[in-house]
């Protein structure tokens, strides 16, 4: 099994790479375009006098003229877009390249009291509650960008999830609230899958505990992610409170 350091390393890689080779093409297009560029504004200024000073016959023969100039460099144009694009990969469409996620990488997160909100990174579904008369109205589908993925990625990397029971209560023992709070983080990498499940704890992300506050707010920085969506923002307001 790949250690999650291993994962972010190859993704960096990965990015590193893209990132170059993108840049190179953006210069050959920019080598490309600014000749062309030339090339039109000069042919404009010796076709432009001779168009206006001849006949309608010999006007229309100019402008085929540019308009076949015009249409080779578009086509080489063309040509170099679908090269930057690399066509001959099923992943690309027509309209942008999709970067690869991360490699065998999704979680899944439960939290709120009695653990009514959740989100699953491998389906998008995303649960605002289901303490409400009609439950499908507080549930849509977020699928989290690249850069949404990295930073949640990092945090899970850094909180150092293995070292965690499966069962793990953040606050020290005694110390307790109602309504309770539940955070069930549940982590893949590479096929094997981690949960900590911390059911029925006190209802605050501070804890005395170093390694308790790690985890917390972890789980409190991916909640925070979440919730700032637009598509949480869309879903209803609450129908009931807990105090």
């Known amino acids: 099994m790949r250690s999650l350091n291993e994962y972010k390393a ?28 030339l ?60 970067d690869d996620p991360a490699v065998d990488f999704n979680f899944s997160l439960v939290w709120d009291c009695y653990g009514v909100a959740s989100y699953d990174s491998v389906s998008g579904r995303l649960v605002k509650t289901t303490d409400a008369t009609n439950p499908d109205d507080y ?17 899970i990397d850094e909180l150092d999830i293995n070292s965690y029971p ?15 709070m539940t955070l069930i983080l549940t982590v893949t990498c590479d096929g094997v899958t981690k949960t900590v499940s911390a059911r029925d704890i006190a209802y605050s992300f501070i804890s005395e505990k170093p390694e308790g506050q790690r985890f917390l707010m972890t789980c409190k920085q991916i909640i ?10 869309s879903l209803p307001e609450y129908e009931h409170f807990y105090s």
């Open 10 to 37: 190859e993704i960096l890689r990965r990015s590193e790479t893209k990132i170059n080779s993108r840049t190179a093409m953006r210069r050959r297009a920019v080598t490309l375009c600014v000749p062309l560029c």
């Open 39 to 98: 090339t039109l504004a000069v042919c404009s200024a010796a076709i432009l006098p001779g168009v206006l000073s001849v006949g309608n016959d010999e006007a229309e023969g100019y402008r085929g003229e540019v308009s076949s100039i015009v249409n080779d460099d578009v086509g080489v144009i063309d040509e170099l877009s679908r090269e930057y694009c690399d066509l001959s990969d099923d992943r690309c469409s027509d309209e942008a390249c999709v």
């Open 139 to 155: 549930v849509t589908t977020l699928y989290l960008t690249e850069d949404e993925t990295s930073l949640i990625f990092k945090l």
């Open 166 to 180: 499966d069962n793990y209560n953040p606050h020290p023992d005694g110390f307790a609230s109602d309504p309770p």
């Open 224 to 233: 925070d992610l979440l919730t700032s969506s637009e598509e949480w923002q």
